[in-house]
């Protein structure tokens, strides 16, 4: 029996019944159709967040889109309204200049008109004598009473001084406004450029230097003068700042700039270092491209005139400047430079600038006519009013309007030492009236009040008669003029209409009264002293 069990227990596992163990596969079939459902939900499910991510990164592209479309309409429509409004200011403009033209024009038929295109020579300088009186004209207030006599007389009278001239107040070439040649150079200027120390002055606003630097453009002048040691950064910062605003064509006004001075004093000087840093720096505060001229303001003895020309050569070769020049330098400085430039293969320098007025007179009228017919070097003048001091009261302190620290410098009357610059931060200008002795004081004096009497017969003011005096001088081709003021800058404008009277017998009673004309000495023969 247990033999048998056996057998039926082998056969029993080997040949299972119908229906056993179909349970346990049943089981199996239903987890795998599980683990398969959830599998495709699973895949369902991450495409269907594909496809959401999809559809967001579409919407919002798309909103990218349309609202870099809609920045690019206000854009445009803001740039169409801009140029809406500057075409209407150009036309309102255009319209006023009209009306003031027509306002000012003469009903005489007796009056000549002239044209007032720049003057090409002094030639034309007597035929303008008669266009000045249609100025005066035109400038004419509400009040004056000069008769058509006196105009065509250039408002001379016997009986009370003549009001100062008044300048037509038009967008238009002024009168008298000449451009030369700077140098022998190719280079056109103004003969009256504006120097800008006093325009970006402590007391002067950015509004008010940027009236005083269109009334300039708008009157002829296109040399705008600056230096890193007059104001600063700031002159060249705010000066780009108003040529970029105003959009002026780059290639009708003429920027100069100067470098050797800096605020710190490590950095001062002429190396190849300092040089090409002072343009780099003074590129970006004006935002210009070029710099027309680069003055060097001072020589100096601590560095070779080789590496000097050099320098302004790599500038130049660069494409930074298109011209350089000197400042304050003496005869002797200007020509060793010249010398190192034709030496090295170098840029020549085209223009010194060198302080002119009544009482500094001696290297304009001696030694600038020379280098110019030598070696081609220009003469850009400054301070034909000593810096633009006041005339005074009519006490007596019109000697004012020439204080220096010295009349008697035999090249400039004015100094940039470390001492003296030091001394003037400190205590003012108090240090320049300790070199005039009382009696030059009282010499001087009485010279300023010859010398406004003069003026008054011109039916000018003093300031005017100095301006027009330096202007009457051929060798200088530009003269700088500082002005704080629109009102400074029209009267200094005034002076161009003086010159015409600036006759032989005028100058001639100008240099009796100053008995400075200077000379060079007697040629002496060797051969009487053997």
Known sequence: TVHSIKLAHQFWISYPPPGAGSSSGSKDKEKDKLQEEEKRSATREARQLEYDAAVKEHHRSQREQWEIRQLDNDLLQQRQSERDRETKEKELAAEQRLLLADDHQPDDTDLKFLCRAPIASLDCMEEFSAGSALSALAGERPGDSMTKEQLLLG?????????????????????????????????????????????????????????????????????????????????????????????????????TTKIYWSTRSEERGLS??????????????????????????????????????????????????????????????????????????????????????????????????????????????????????????????????????????????????????????????????????????????????????????????????AVAWCLKNESVQCLLLGASSTDQLYDSIQSLQLIPKLNTNMVAEIERILENKPSRPPMVSTLALR
């Open 272 to 465: 190849r270092k300092h040089i090409i840093e002072s343009v780099k720096a003074s590129l970006l505060r004006l935002q210009l491209s070029y710099i027309d001229v680069v003055i060097v303001h001072k020589a100096d003895p601590m560095c070779p005139m080789e590496e000097v020309v050099r320098a302004m050569h790599y500038v130049i070769s660069q494409g930074w400047v298109m011209y350089w020049g000197t400042a304050r330098w003496s005869p002797v400085e200007v020509m060793e430079a010249y010398t190192n430039c034709r030496q090295f293969n170098c840029v020549t320098p085209i223009m010194e600038q060198a302080e002119y007025h009544m009482f500094c007179r001696e290297k304009t009228e001696l030694y600038m006519p020379e280098l110019y017919n030598k070696i081609g070097v220009g003469l850009m003048a400054w301070s034909p009013i000593s810096m633009g001091f006041s005339q005074g009261k009519d006490d007596g302190s019109t000697i004012q309007l020439f204080s220096r620290a010295s009349f008697k410098n035999k090249y400039s009357s004015f100094s940039w030492t470390e001492d003296e610059t030091a001394a003037a931060n400190k205590e003012g200008f108090g240090w320049m009236k300790e070199r005039n002795q009382p009696e030059e004081n009282r010499r001087q004096a009485e010279r300023i009040r010859e010398l406004n009497a003069v003026a008054e017969r011109l039916g000018c003011s003093l300031m005017q008669l």
């Open 155 to 255: 408002g001379l009278t016997h009986t009370t001084p003549a009001a100062p001239l008044q300048l037509a107040r038009q967008a238009s070439v002024t009168p008298g406004l000449r451009y030369r040649n700077l140098g022998k150079s190719g280079l056109r200027v103004s003969n009256i450029g504006l120097g800008t120390w006093p325009t970006f002055g402590p007391n002067v606003t950015e509004e008010q230097a940027e009236q005083i630097i269109v009334l300039a453009v708008e009157s002829g002048i296109n040399v705008f003068d600056l230096s890193e040691a007059h104001s600063g950064t700031r002159a060249e910062v705010e000066l780009g700042r108003i040529l970029t605003r105003r959009g002026w064509k780059r290639t009708s006004y003429i920027v």
